[in-house]
């Protein structure tokens, strides 16, 4: 039991979306872009003339994390899936109360 006595050396912290040790460029690709387009999404609710923004942004967001999420290989990916898809939904039924996709 040496091992109790004195612990071995914790490894740094690392943020990744690899946990399983594996590459996965494309579901990484995937769920950036998702919570991309859900921060920029919810950040243009604050501003009612950009409506438009935020509906598309939204909309884009809440169908490609909806892929991403189905596709995703970890579960860091989904947690950043889902993140991006609630801004996106927040921020598309936002934009679309405000004036929806086309601008004034």
């Known amino acids: 039991m040496p091992h109790v006595l004195q612990p071995s050396e914790r490894e740094r912290f690392r943020l990744t979306l690899n946990s399983d040790g594996r590459s996965h460029p494309v579901e990484n690709a995937l769920a950036v872009g998702t919570i991309v387009c859900g921060l920029i999404a919810f950040v243009s609710t604050f501003w009612v003339s950009a409506h438009a923004i935020s509906a598309w942004a939204g909309t884009l967001g809440f169908g490609v ?3 991403s999420q ?9 947690a950043v899936n ?3 898809i609630v801004g996106s939904f927040v921020g598309a039924a ?9 601008p004034h």
Do not use: K
Request: no cysteine; aromatic share 12%.
């Open 65 to 67: 994390g909806l892929y």
């Open 70 to 78: 189905y596709v995703s290989a970890t579960t860091p990916q989904r």
């Open 82 to 84: 889902i993140v991006g």
């Open 94 to 102: 936002l934009g679309i109360a405000h004036g929806g996709f086309l």
